[in-house]
T-cell receptor, first 115, second 113 residues
Framework: EAQVTQNPRYLITVTGKKLTVTCSQN?????MSWYRQDPGLGLRQIYY???????DKGDVPEGYKVSRKEKRNFPLILESPSPNQTSLYFC??????????????FGQGTRLTVV | GDSVTQMEGPVTLSEEAFLTINCTYT??????LFWYVQYPGEGLQLLLK?????DKGSNKGFEATYRKETTSFHLEKGSVQVSDSAVYFC????????????FGTGTSLTVIP
């Protein structure tokens, strides 16, 4: 089954304690990205990656890091989380697919609370 | 740059009412257009899509037509059900910007019996 898997689904942590949210896809997609979803703000892109070892900042990259060492994995790293990073996070993957845009597949989301 | 503007919510409708959620876009290339739906506690899933002008996407009774002349992709359903209660996101993907996706802010729909 084609899917994007994020872990954990829920996480409560304290300010300053480094954490990683994992994301893995089994569709051999080149393109992966991270979003955060906040009330009234919709989805905002944090980082994206167009292929292995190619990453770039999205609209709200401050306080986040990513890496893309393998095609299937795209972890999101918060080196020193702060309360304003409390949010719902989504990982997504897609592929251009023979010149036509194809859909983005989303993970189930990670609800992060930083206290 | 590319962007999507979507009707503000929340929207509350009675069962069997007609639904329209407006969506307009700005794009530098020739984008594909999508509607995603997010049910409570879940991730986003594709509802329908259209890849070129005048295409109509449809699924589960929902429809949207790609209108290049008005740069719009409005979502419609003739008779909503309680199970349609969700948040709906309009989105575009443009190969000219590396297949990045751009999302609207989402419209929350509640259907009451």
């Amino acid at each position: 089954e084609a899917q994007v898997t994020q872990n954990p689904r829920y996480l409560i942590t304290v300010t300053g304690k480094k954490l990683t949210v994992t994301c893995s896809q089994n569709m051999n997609h080149e393109y992966m990205s991270w979003y955060r979803q906040d009330p009234g703000l919709g989805l905002r892109q944090i980082y994206y990656s167009m292929n292995v070892e190619v990453t770039d900042k999205g609209d709200v990259p401050e306080g986040y890091k990513v890496s893309r060492k393998e095609k299937r994995n795209f972890p999101l790293i918060l080196e020193s989380p702060s309360p304003n990073q409390t949010s719902l996070y989504f990982c997504a993957s897609s592929s251009p697919g023979e010149g036509m845009n194809t859909e983005a597949f989303f993970g189930q989301g990670t609800r992060l609370t930083v206290v | 740059g590319d962007s999507v503007t979507q009707m503000e919510g929340p929207v509350t409708l009675s069962e069997e009412a007609f639904l329209t959620i407006n969506c307009t876009y700005t794009a530098t290339g020739y984008p594909s257009l999508f509607w995603y739906v997010q049910y409570p506690g879940e991730g986003l899933q594709l509802l329908l899509k259209a890849t070129k002008a005048d295409d109509k996407g449809s699924n589960k009774g929902f429809e949207a037509t790609y209108r290049k002349e008005t740069t719009s992709f409005h979502l419609e359903k003739g008779s909503v059900q309680v199970s349609d209660s969700a948040v709906y996101f309009c989105a575009l993907s443009d190969l000219y910007t590396g297949n990045q996706f751009y999302f609207g802010t989402g419209t929350s729909l509640t259907v009451i019996p």
